[in-house]
Every structure is written in structure tokens, then in C-alpha cells.
């Protein structure tokens, strides 16, 4: 059946096979002795179809392999060969029904027809009992039932042991090589061992001495006349998403691990981000209280060249001359107070001790504590009733925004009312100047020209230098330690990856011992490597929704937008798919032989 001709194989240096020669006849136990590291386990790689790198011709049933591409050697294996391990190689997580129909996901027949025949072969190997039970509650015997259903579900034509009883005691080992001789009366078994006893049952015993194949008994090549064809199969698209899921479910934890780390990366990094919000909070709270902050005075005598550098600066508008007035009167009620003179103040800088300052087209004023006085004993009451201020013939009806603080009468009205009262004054003396700066960003640098021009002009401009000041550093601050906690989920997450795919070597050789195409092997862990993506995104969008709601509920400032939430997701996506391809290229690219040896 199998022809070995002029077979040569090296290691590097090293020569394991020199120039050999053999026939395996069609049938039967054959029996492979040689030494340690004598080649045993190199032939059946070869024989097999895992490892094609050495020179000479291997035909099997007259078809060679030697000269067979990677998907044809696949092919080959499929349709023709059962492998056995020493170590199983069976897949834990899996029940046994699972693992020995793993074969079947490449053959044309129903789930029905393949898992009678499955059934079938337990109830031959004697542990029909166990179908349901997971791998991993098994013993080594039975274990290596399995793996000899598992090779014989195809019902391949040749059957590889590679010590198939070496990991078992006497009773389990006699037990299984009295199953694989009677398997072998319709097909060829070849067994590596080193245990003379199991010779006892072959029918042919041969071994590698000398980089040769040496036949221990004359008559072994009998039988090799008969012809037989090389069987071939219709290729099956195997459902690599379905073996993904199947494989995403058994390694679930270690995936579910890789996810969080990456996802709370991701989303401390995004939260960074959202540092952004705070500042727009603390800038509303910081107008809401100053609600004069863009409002800058100048005491100016020599006022027009201050007036002509105001308004023509295109950060600057509202700008308006300030003069003294006299007799202007507050009343509310019965009571009523009259003001001889009342200057123009600054505004921004006053502080308040109740409630805010007096707001643009709100008809609001701002009273300190002597004058409040005058109109009510508890004067925090004051805030939000409605008082009359009278000049000249003006009159406006005020509601008290606030008291703040100065231990003298006086007053200040929003610029929009203040402006009303200068109307008619033509040829006053100018007392100052009152402009606004139109952007929040603005306030600091208009305040640095005026100063660097020595103008002296009160203005917010150190409070808001401080905030964004304060801003910076919490910002810069926020972005280090959320890079480092991205840094870390991403290494955390990419040393769990390689982890995981290095405990999966011996899972993927299996796949491709038993005839699974490299490509789709790619595919299925691309499927995993797809489910991954999502899972990490979904932990994702529930850690920024978790963070959304709480923001919601319990007014934080950090808060995140759809838009970083969207982009959050999506870029976990993108950092599992990026490290997982990372992880998982040398795995697809390994050769099963060597998957296998690892
Ligand atoms: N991929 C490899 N690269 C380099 N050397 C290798 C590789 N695989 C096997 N060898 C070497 O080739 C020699 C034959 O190895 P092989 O596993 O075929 O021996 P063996 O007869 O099956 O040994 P054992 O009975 O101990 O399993 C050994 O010296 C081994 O170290």
C-alpha cells in the first residue's frame, strides 16, 4: 500500500533517514521499533502527509505524495488517514460524541448518519456509556478509545499510532492494541512503540536502525501486490464561524478576560476624553455665578485713545463711556432711598454673599449689604423681589438678583440697564469705560494686551487664567493616567491573547491531522477573533452606558458623548482585531508537525 522509496530526511545537520527503502503491505499491525530519536515519529510525519521537507518518493496505493501541494496533502489525510497520539490530543471542553465527530464537519453526510456512526464505533470501542461526557472526566484508556474512534470515523484505509500506549499502564495498553489488531484486519495499522509485548500482536515488526528501515520478518512485503486506489472525497466548505462559536464558548473566560482589560482601557482612555466636559461645566457654573465675567473697566481720564484701541479690537464689542449720576432712588414699598452720587464700578470682580449678579436683558440689580439694609432686616429675603429705580426721568422696575459684598451703600445694574442711564449725557466728564470680550478663550489675552499697553482695567481675567490653568494640568493629568491604564489593558490584554493562542497549537495540528485546510483554520479563527472584537465592544458600550447613566442620575461632570461612545466601541473593535491578528499569525502559520510537537 504504502511505497517508501530512496526516503531522505534532515534536521539541519543531523541525517534521521538515509536513503530508505520500504513496502507496507495493505493490511495488518506493523509494528515501528528503533531507539530514541531514531526517526519512528519523523517517518510517520511524512507518511502522513504533516511534513513534506525531505527528498525521495512516498506512493500510497500508487498515487504519490511526495509531490502533493499543502490542500492536497490536507485532502489526503482526510480520506485516508487516522492519526493517534500518545498524548490524545483530544479537545478538553468538548464532550466525546464531539471530538469524534470533529472529523465529520468534512464529510458530505447528514448530522443523523454522522452521529450514528459515531455512536456506532463507541458502542465497538466499549464506552458507549460515555458520548455526553466531557473529555477531561476521563481516563487515559478510555481517552484513548476516543482517539481511536476519532481516527476511525472516516474510516480511513491507514491508521498512524504514534506510541498510542505509552502513556497508559499494562491492562490499558493490552486492552487498546487488542483493539487496534482487530481494526486492522481491513486496513493498515502501523504502531510505534518500544514495548516488546505490544510486538506480540503485530503481524509485522519493523524498525529504524542506522537511518534505515529494516524489516524484522521476511514475508512483510507479501501482500503489496494487490491494488488499491487512493480515496478522494468531494471537498466540504466546513462552517468555520460554527466551529469558532464552538471554540469562542470552550475558551469563553479566557476570552471574557481579554475583553474586560482591553474594554476598561479603552474606556478610561475615553473617559480622558470626557475630562473635555468638565471644563465646559466649570466654565457654565463659573457664568452662572459671574454672570458679568466677559466685562472689563477701565478708569480712564484721557479716555478717547482707550476708547478708539477698545473698539477697534475685534475681540472686544459692547464698548461704552461711564459717568458719575447724581440723585438716583431706590424704593420698594413704603421705603426709599436716595443716592447723591453713584460712580460706575466694576463689575466682574465684585463677589457675591446671596445670589448671582445682574444678568444681560433680565432687568436685574445687585444691592451691598448697607443698602439692603434700608429695604428689609434679613436681606438674603431681598433676592428675587422687585424694587424701583428712578433717574431723572427715568424709571425702572428691578428685581434683586443678589447682595454682595462692600461696606457701603451702593448698587450695580447689568450693562445692558446701566447703559439706559447715559443716554442723555453729552458733555460729562468721562468717569470710565466698560467693554466685553466676546469669547470665554478671549478674556486672558485681551487682558495681557491691555496691561503690556499699561492700561489698568479690572476685569475676570486671573480667575479665568486659573481655571484654565487648573484645566490644563487636570487634563494633562487625566490623559497620562489614562494612557497608561489603555497601556496597560492593551498589554494585559495582548499577553492573555498570546497566552491563549499558544495553548492552542496542539488543538490547531489536531484540526489539520485530521484534514482541516490551513485556510480554514484562518477562518475559524478569525471567527473567534471576530466574536472576540464584539464582546470586547459590547463590555465596552455597557462600562461608557454604565458611566452615561450614572453621569445622568447623579449630575457628574464627567459625562460622554454619542459620539465618544460610538467612537469608543468601534475602536475597542478595532484593538482586539489589530492584536489578535498580532496574536494569532504564528499560530495559523505553524506546520501541523511541528503544531503538534509544541
Ligand atoms: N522539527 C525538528 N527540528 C529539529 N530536529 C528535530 C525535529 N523533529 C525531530 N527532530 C530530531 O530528529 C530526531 C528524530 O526524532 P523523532 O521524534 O522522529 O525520533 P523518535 O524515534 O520518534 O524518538 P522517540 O522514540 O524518543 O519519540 C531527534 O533527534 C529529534 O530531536
Redesign the pocket.
Known amino acids: 500500500m504504502i511505497q517508501v522509496k530512496n526516503l531522505t530526511k534532515k ?2 545537520n ?1 541525517l ?1 533517514l538515509d536513503d530508505a527503502n520500504f513496502a507496507f503491505p495493505n493490511k495488518g499491525l506493523v509494528c515501528l521499533l ?1 531507539a ?7 517517518l510517520l510525519n511524512i507518511l502522513a502527509g504533516f511534513d513534506s521537507d525531505y527528498s525521495g518518493d512516498i506512493t500510497v496505493c500508487g498515487t504519490s505524495i511526495s509531490k502533493m501541494n499543502e490542500d492536497e496533502l490536507c485532502a489526503y489525510r482526510r480520506d485516508n488517514i487516522g492519526f493517534i497520539f500518545q498524548n490524545y490530543h483530544l479537545l478538553s471542553g468538548y464532550t466525546v460524541l464531539e471530538n469524534i465527530m470533529l472529523h465529520c464537519e468534512l464529510n458530505s453526510l447528514d448530522e443523523q448518519s454522522n452521529v450514528e456512526n459515531a455512536k456506532e464505533l463507541l458502542n465497538r470501542i466499549g464506552i458507549a456509556e460515555k458520548a455526553s461526557e466531557k473529555i477531561e472526566n476521563l481516563s487515559g484508556g478510555q481517552k484513548q478509545r476516543v482517539a481511536i474512534a476519532r481516527a476511525l470515523i472516516s474510516n480511513p484505509s491507514i491508521i498512524l499510532a504514534d506510541e498510542p500506549t505509552g502513556a497508559l499502564d499494562r491492562r490499558n495498553s493490552t486492552e487498546i492494541i487488542t483493539l487496534l489488531k482487530e481494526i486492522s484486519k481491513d486496513r493498515l495499522v502501523i504502531v ?1 512503540t ?1 514495548d516488546q509485548k505490544i510486538c506480540d500482536f503485530a503481524d509485522d515488526v519493523i524498525s ?1 536502525e542506522n537511518a534505515k528501515i529494516v524489516a524484522k520478518d521476511a514475508n512483510i512485503q507479501k501482500e503489496n501486490d494487490s491494488v488499491q486506489n487512493l480515496k478522494t472525497k468531494p471537498t466540504i466548505k466546513v462552517s468555520a464561524f460554527k466551529r469558532g462559536l464552538k471554540n469562542f464558548k470552550v475558551h469563553f473566560t479566557r476570552y471574557a478576560a481579554v475583553s474586560l482589560a482591553i474594554s476598561i482601557g479603552v474606556f478610561c482612555f475615553m473617559l480622558s476624553l470626557s475630562s473635555g466636559n468638565i471644563m465646559q461645566q466649570s466654565i457654565a457654573d463659573f457664568k452662572e455665578k459671574n454672570t458679568a465675567y466677559n466685562n472689563g473697566y477701565i478708569k480712564a481720564e484721557d479716555d478717547k485713545a482707550v476708547f478708539e484701541l477698545l473698539n477697534a479690537d475685534e475681540r472686544i464689542e459692547n464698548v461704552y463711556r461711564q459717568y458719575k449720576i447724581n440723585n438716583v432712588s431706590l424704593s420698594m414699598g413704603d421705603n426709599s432711598k436716595t443716592m447723591i452720587e453713584k460712580y460706575p464700578m466694576p463689575k466682574t470682580t465684585e463677589s457675591m454673599s446671596y445670589g448671582t449678579m445682574p444678568k444681560k436683558e433680565a432687568n436685574e440689580i445687585a444691592l451691598t449689604p448697607s443698602l439692603a439694609k434700608k429695604f428689609a432686616s434679613n436681606i438674603s429675603n431681598l433676592v428675587g423681589k422687585e424694587i424701583t429705580l428712578k433717574y431723572g426721568d427715568q424709571s425702572y422696575k428691578l428685581i434683586v438678583s443678589g447682595i454682595y459684598n462692600a461696606g457701603y451703600d451702593d448698587f450695580f445694574v447689568s450693562s445692558d440697564v446701566e447703559q439706559g442711564f447715559y443716554t442723555d449725557i453729552k458733555d460729562e466728564q468721562v468717569y470710565s469705560i466698560s467693554y466685553d470680550v466676546k469669547n470665554f478663550e478671549d478674556i486672558v489675552s485681551v487682558s495681557q494686551m491691555l496691561s503690556e499697553k499699561e492700561i489698568d482695567s479690572k476685569n475676570a481675567a486671573s480667575e479665568v487664567g486659573a481655571l484654565q490653568s487648573t484645566f490644563k494640568s487636570l487634563s494633562r493629568l487625566f490623559l497620562t493616567v489614562s494612557s497608561m491604564i489603555l497601556a496597560i489593558g492593551l498589554f494585559i490584554s495582548a499577553v492573555l491573547l498570546v497566552k491563549l493562542q499558544n495553548s492552542r497549537y496542539k488543538e490547531l495540528g489536531l484540526l489539520s491531522a485530521l484534514g482541516f485546510k490551513k485556510s480554514t483554520i484562518q477562518r475559524i479563527l478569525i471567527s473567534e477573533n471576530v466574536l472576540l472584537s464584539a464582546m470586547a465592544a459590547i463590555f465596552n458600550a455597557v462600562l461608557i452606558g454604565g458611566a452615561y447613566l450614572i453621569g445622568m442620575i447623579f449630575d457628574f461632570a464627567i459625562s460622554v458623548s454619542p459620539l465618544q461612545i460610538f467612537v469608543s466601541i468601534v475602536s475597542t473593535g478595532f484593538a482586539v482585531v489589530i492584536i489578535s491578528i498580532f496574536a494569532s499569525h504564528k499560530l495559523i502559520n505553524t506546520e501541523p508537525a ?1 503544531a503538534l ?1 509544541k
Do not use: A, E, F, W
Open positions: 534536521y539541519d543531523s534521521i528503533g530514541s530519536g531514531s526517526g519512528k515519529s519523523t510505534i518500544h529504524i511541528v510537537r
